[in-house]
């Protein structure tokens, strides 16, 4: 018995140029075969987290598109989302650094102010240096209380937020704890069709794990890396995969006053052969931790018992690459080890950049780890489909930029829709979704490709690479006009 959907309140092949390919992708879909008629929705988006929940929060909140059918499919329940709750000195492990522009946009639609902000951290320095070269940084700092450099914020209380705030709004049809079982396209039409049926076979349709079938006149994929959408639609999504692991974890900093009074509110990254390391500030004295690496490493880090791995993490900071090499060799003991090397060897960061707080403990059950990967789909948009978010792309954690572009996506579909529909136009017709197409691909290119860059001239040991890399810190660091050049385009 189907159950009705809630009520969310308120090389040797001939070449096929691109176009042609995706028209034959296209003219292979297979088409629905259900007996009963489907539910008929304006735009349907599959993929509850921040990305999906914030496009439908844009369009709800804008009176063009207020009145739109809207469908949301989400596979896990989001009532979870809404009840979540934590702890004051409790944090999840799964946090992101929002840039201004980020948060101006969440404020825009209304969402915002339903953050928790006593959970949230702003921070107005960020220090970067190289771990083969102490005498190469960089400094990022932003005097205004008013314009911080990013907020960090915990994901689960950003999805909070915006459940929050569509409940405010105008309902629309919720299929949580639902899975996608396939998705066709409407049948042709049939020889008794009259002139004023709705003809269907072009509207993507999706049969769900509940029984029901939706018809969209948008179908938007905002369901991931692995996205169901993207396949649907044939767009092939490139890249590679960096044979790195991101391990992430919460972690306690010495207070304040046992470091000279050095704010906790500053973000410090640095560079090592293996890749970043970065300490993101939390409120109360806690950060994130977001530790990129090689896979034998990360699962090293993840067999230490807790006070080890601190020595582990402190030593990154602190210690010569050979010597935090040497530590990962030694399956215990990395405490003693980590206090003979500091006792013998003075800390490698660069003499104006202070080192960031100790770190005395580690959350329990916070340490994770994720594969690393570089992805971006040949376009985001198709006939009656447009691709956001992870969906559309996939960019390495070191910048911290994956959830801004995200929702930067968002916001730009959603003033695309928002345009559309103002003038009276079908909201699926794939010209009319160019103006999205337009505005996000150019800059997400961009930023995946500096970023990817990024990456691999870091992961250089030869001396030619290190001198190089050293001299375009140093010199971005001296020109205050680059370095807001960067920083304006990082969103801050």
Same mark, same amino acid.
């Given at each position: ?5 809630? %009520? ?14 995706? $028209? ?10 259900? /007996? ?46 809404? $009840? ?50 102490? $005498? %190469?940084? +960089? ?26 705030? @569509? ?145 582990? +993490?402190?030593? /990154? ?6 010597? +935090?090499?040497?530590?990962?060799? @030694? ?12 006792? +013998? ?40 489909? /447009? ?39 079908? @909201? ?61 385009? /990082?969103?801050?």
């Amino acid at each position: 018995m189907k159950t009705q959907p809630r %009520a969310l309140f308120a090389r040797g092949r001939p070449y096929v140029c691109t176009s042609c390919a995706r $028209s034959l992708q296209l003219q292979s879909r297979k088409y629905a075969t259900n /007996a009963l008629p489907p539910e008929i929705y304006d735009v349907v988006c599959v993929g509850g987290g921040p990305v999906g929940l914030s496009l439908l929060t844009a369009l709800r909140s804008s009176i063009p598109t207020s009145k739109l059918k809207i469908a949301l499919v989400e596979a896990q329940d989001l009532a979870a989302g809404r $009840s979540w709750e934590l702890p004051p000195n409790n944090y999840s492990n799964r946090a992101s650094s929002l840039t201004p522009s980020t948060v101006s946009f969440l404020s825009q639609i209304g969402a915002w102010p339903h953050v928790d902000l006593s959970r949230t951290q702003s921070y107005h320095h960020m220090r970067v240096w190289d771990g083969l070269d102490s $005498s %190469a940084s +960089i400094s990022f700092d932003n005097s205004s209380p008013e314009s911080p450099l990013a907020h960090m914020i915990e994901n689960t209380n950003l999805t909070r937020a915006l459940l929050e705030r @569509i409940a405010a709004l105008h309902p629309i049809s919720l299929y949580d704890k639902t899975s996608v079982a396939s998705i066709e396209l409407g049948p042709p039409p049939s020889s008794t069709s009259t002139i004023n049926t709705l003809n269907l076979s072009n509207y993507p349709h999706l049969t769900l794990s509940s029984g029901h079938t939706l018809a969209a006149r948008l179908l938007v994929g905002a369901d991931g890396l692995k996205s169901s959408v993207r396949k649907f639609t044939g767009i092939p999504s490139r890249g590679w995969d960096y044979d790195r692991d991101g391990v992430v974890g919460t972690l306690k900093l010495a207070p304040r006053e046992a470091h000279n009074n050095t704010p906790t509110a500053t973000a410090y990254q640095r560079f090592l052969p293996s890749g970043p390391i970065a300490l993101l500030p939390l409120p109360n004295d806690y950060a994130t931790l977001v530790w990129t690496t090689t896979p034998a490493q990360a699962a090293h880090l993840k067999s230490l018992s807790p006070s080890d791995l601190v020595a582990m +993490i402190n030593a /990154a900071f602190r210690l010569e690459p050979v010597d +935090i090499n040497y530590m990962f060799t @030694i399956p215990s003991g990395q405490v003693s080890e980590l206090s003979w090397r500091e006792s +013998i060897t003075t800390p490698k960061n660069p003499i104006d950049i202070p080192l960031p707080p100790q770190i005395q403990s580690i959350q329990p059950h916070s340490i994770a780890s994720f594969p690393l990967r570089f992805r971006h789909a040949d376009t985001y948009i198709s006939s009656r489909v /447009a691709l956001v978010g992870d969906a559309a792309h996939t960019i390495h954690p070191l910048a911290g930029q994956g959830l801004n572009m995200g929702l930067r996506d968002a916001s730009a579909l959603a003033d695309t829709i928002q345009n559309c529909v103002g003038h009276g136009g079908d @909201i699926g017709v794939e010209s009319n979704l160019e103006g999205y197409q337009s505005k996000a691909y150019a800059a997400n290119a961009r930023m995946l490709g500096v970023v990817d860059k990024l990456h691999w001239l870091y992961r250089m040991e030869g001396w030619v690479g290190v001198q190089l890399r050293g001299l375009g810190l140093k010199g971005v660091d001296r020109l205050g006009s680059l370095k807001g050049f960067l920083m304006n385009a /990082a969103g801050a």
